[in-house]
Nanobody
Framework: QVQLVESGGGSVQAGDSLRLSCAASGGTFSNSAIGWFRQAPGKEREFVAAIGWSAVTTPYADSVKGRFIISRDDAENTAYLQMNSLKPEDSAVYYC?????????????????WGQGTQVTVSS
C-alpha cells in the first residue's frame, strides 16, 4: 500500500512561484508513475502533469505547459511540481497520485493511490 503526502501549497500573488512536493512511502517509488491533478470548487478534477519511470515521459495539460515542471527524486521517494508564473485560475486543491507502471497516464481513473491534497490559492 502506497501512501502519498503532498506539501508546499499556500497563498501567493499572480506571477509568483510555488513548489509542491509529493512524498511517497510503502511501495517501490522508482517503479511508480506519478501524476498531479487539481480540483477547483465546483469543477471536476483535472490532469496537470505526469512523470513516468526515470522521467521518460512527462505530459502536461495545455493550461500549464511552459509554466509548470514535474520532476522526481527516486532516492528521496519524492515527486515535485514546480509552478511558475502562477495565475488566479491555477487556484485549486492539488493532488498527487501514483500507479505502478512505466508511463504516467492523464486520466485520474488510471491511478491507484492518492494523497489528501494541498491548497493553492493565487490572488490577482
Amino acid at each position: 500500500q502506497v501512501q502519498l503526502v503532498e506539501s508546499g501549497g499556500g497563498s501567493v500573488q499572480a506571477g509568483d512561484s510555488l513548489r509542491l512536493s509529493c512524498a511517497a512511502s510503502g511501495g517501490t517509488f522508482s517503479n511508480s508513475a506519478i501524476g498531479w491533478f487539481r480540483q477547483a470548487p465546483g469543477k471536476e478534477r483535472e490532469f496537470v502533469a505526469a512523470i513516468g519511470w526515470s522521467a521518460v515521459t512527462t505530459p502536461y495539460a495545455d493550461s500549464v505547459k511552459g509554466r509548470f515542471i514535474i520532476s522526481r527524486d527516486d532516492a528521496e521517494n519524492t515527486a515535485y511540481l514546480q509552478m511558475n508564473s502562477l495565475k488566479p485560475e491555477d487556484s485549486a486543491v492539488y493532488y498527487c497520485a501514483a500507479r505502478n507502471g512505466l508511463v504516467g497516464p492523464t486520466s485520474a481513473r488510471e491511478y491507484e493511490y492518492w494523497g489528501q491534497g494541498t491548497q493553492v490559492t493565487v490572488s490577482s
